[in-house]
């Protein structure tokens, strides 16, 4: 796949603007160079595997898009620029993208972080108690069935800044889910574990921290990606709503000057930031539930 | 140390409108270092009687006195083991046993704890699999840590409820001589009530056979096993004695049908059909299908 990108790179091209180009293939022969070091020094068959799909894909999806825009302008330049431009306008504009990033990242785990530490206690709270939990079932239901994003307004006109109304979405977003499984876990924990503990005398605090948390995790840790997900969802509506910082930011301002190589790399930096988090995301499950039989 | 002599004990299960009777008037007595088996078909209020006897369920009358003493609730007297296993899946073999002791038996150190799990593990054949996880084990080794942490936390009662219940028939046999084996040798025999459905698990196991009945749970007949120990399997079934005791006891379950099936021809004719009565029935067929 290397090869045939590196090959299309040199085609007669119908487009004026091909001085960038260079950076597509400085990119991916880096890329290419560190896989095969990487095949050459490392034994992990999986990863090596894994790895080198990846690029082939990538690799793949380059290729088309150097064919089909400044190639042969199937698609129109102006929307799709070549993605050496994009490449070019990503060295270019490294400083303010990881700003974006690190702006993007603290807004949504500033909401996060408070939707797990509330979301959770009381997902065990009302998980434990059957009688709270009946009555407060409308109440969750109703209030979880909103779209956050209609608090928006309301939510303009009680908070100080649109920072930290933002926050309050993300946070409001991720707060259902979570404590929603936290409640499904913690109200499911089969009958003979439960009886085991008390046959043991576990007590109280014991109880919940050795038994119910423990067996209520699998729950807690889908609620808690399903969070994860609608909180990058509602962050980057809020960015392109009324943010001033952001990758969301960076896309809405410039897609305003029609400067579509920047638009393009922010959609690229948001994907890769959000695929970079599941991956974590999806390694802390399988390192907390790595007792399950799966 | 730890006679049981349970009192007129009454269990009920209340829902709204009615409440159910599970297990009626029972008076059972119980010897110290005694292997006492339950045995009755499914919905006499085995488990209910025997989870009861462990505090986690509280009688509507009666009174289960341990050492002369009334329970109230669970205690460090007693461990259970259930049918389905009930080990903690997020934690390894070793670390099941290691929270049962911490549990029962506080004053332990973390070094001895770590040691007696390690001894109970290897006991029941587990060594290499300490560090592994139960939901990675067959059923018969999930059991086996089961039987290691309810031991290990050296109770001088041990309650089994169909802890066999779920395994096939060469696992079940090779479990059973794994228990009387722990169980004898200890110089402290612990008083065990052990709970089943299968009359010739009841016999090569126990020195009592409580029979119980159905529709309200109460004890049908009480009877001592004359086999002397130690037991091996093929030496007992094989003997005439043997045929003709295991007849006996198969007998005492019809007669408890018997009774239960008349009971319950008058409470048919408006309840309509009982699940009760007929798991009844299978059952002791195919307890005797089973035999010879
Ligand atoms: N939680 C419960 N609520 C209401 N009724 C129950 C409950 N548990 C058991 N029962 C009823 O009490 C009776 C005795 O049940 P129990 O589980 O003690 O029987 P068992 O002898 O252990 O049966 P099995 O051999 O199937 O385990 C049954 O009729 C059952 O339907
Ligand atoms: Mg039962």
């Known amino acids: ?143 979880g069935a909103i779209p956050p994003i209609v608090f928006v307004p309301y939510s303009i006109a009680l908070l100080p800044s649109f920072d930290v109304v933002s926050k309050f979405i993300i946070f409001l977003s991720a707060y259902w889910p979570i404590m929603k499984g936290t409640i499904a876990g913690v109200s499911s924990v089969e009958k003979g574990i439960l009886d085991t503990a008390r046959s043991l005398s576990v007590r109280t605090g014991s109880l919940l921290l050795n038994v119910i948390i423990p067996s209520a995790l699998p729950n807690i840790f889908a609620g808690a990606a399903q969070g994860l997900g609608v909180s990058f969802l509602m962050l980057t509506s809020a960015e392109m709503i009324g943010g001033q910082s952001g990758i969301g930011y960076y896309v809405q301002y410039y897609a305003k000057f029609a400067d579509y190589p920047r638009v393009i790399l922010g959609i690229i930096i948001l994907g890769i930031i959000i695929c970079l988090i599941s991956v974590l995301s999806a390694g802390l499950q399988k390192y907390f539930l790595r007792w399950r039989n799966t | 140390m730890s006679r049981i002599n349970i009192r007129d004990l009454s269990v009920e299960y209340g829902t709204k409108n009615k409440s159910f009777k599970a297990v009626d008037r029972v008076n059972l007595d119980i010897k110290e270092g005694e292997f006492v088996s339950l045995l009755g078909a ?30 109230s609730g669970t205690g460090k007297d007693r461990s259970i083991v259930f049918q389905n296993y009930s080990l903690f899946p997020w934690m390894t073999v070793k670390k099941n046993v290691e929270f049962g002791l911490r549990q029962l038996r506080p004053e332990l150190s973390k070094k001895e704890r770590s040691d007696i799990a390690l001894e109970f593990v290897e006991k029941v054949g587990l060594s290499e699999f300490k560090n592994k996880y139960p939901l990675k084990l067959s059923g018969g080794q999930q059991q086996r840590v089961a039987i290691a942490r309810a031991l290990a936390v050296n109770t001088p009662i041990l309650l089994m409820d169909e802890p066999f219940g779920a395994l096939d028939t060469k696992t079940r046999a090779s479990l059973q001589d794994l228990l009387l084996s722990l169980w004898r040798s200890e110089e402290k025999k612990k008083t065990v009530i052990f709970v089943t459905h299968d009359v010739d698990e009841a016999i090569f196991l126990s020195d009592r056979i409580v029979i119980m009945q159905p529709n309200p749970g109460r004890i049908y007949k009480e009877v001592s096993v004359p086999f002397s120990r130690p037991r091996i399997r093929e030496n007992i079934t094989d003997t005439e004695e043997y045929k003709i005791f295991r007849n006996e006891i198969i007998n005492a379950f019809y007669e408890a049908e018997k009774e239960v099936a008349y009971h319950d021809t008058e409470k048919k004719i408006s309840a309509g059909n009982s699940p009760v009565v007929r798991s009844f029935n299978s059952g002791t067929v195919s307890a005797v299908a089973g035999g010879r």
């Open chain 1, 1 to 143: 796949m290397f090869a045939v990108l590196i090959l299309v790179q040199f085609l007669p091209s119908r487009a004026e603007d091909n001085e960038h180009k260079f950076y597509l293939i400085a990119a991916a022969s880096a890329a290419e160079l560190v896989f095969l070091l990487l095949s050459a020094f490392s034994s992990k068959k999986d990863f090596l595997r894994d790895f080198g799909n990846i690029l082939s894909v990538i690799f793949f999806v380059f290729t088309a898009w150097t064919i089909l825009a400044p190639k042969t302008l199937i698609l129109d330049p102006l929307i799709f620029p070549a993605p050496g431009e994009v490449l070019w306008q990503f060295t270019a504009d490294i400083d303010k993208l990881s700003q974006g990033a690190a702006s993007s990242l603290k807004t949504v785990f500033s909401g996060y972080i408070y939707a797990l530490v509330l979301g959770i206690p009381m997902g065990v709270i009302l998980g434990s108690f059957k009688n709270i939990r009946s009555s407060a079932t409308y109440v969750v239901n109703f209030a």
């Open chain 2, 42 to 71: 499914s919905g006499c209020g085995k488990s209910t009687l025997i989870s009861t006897i462990d505090g986690l369920r509280r009688p509507s009358g009666g009174t289960v006195f341990i050492d002369g003493e009334p329970i």
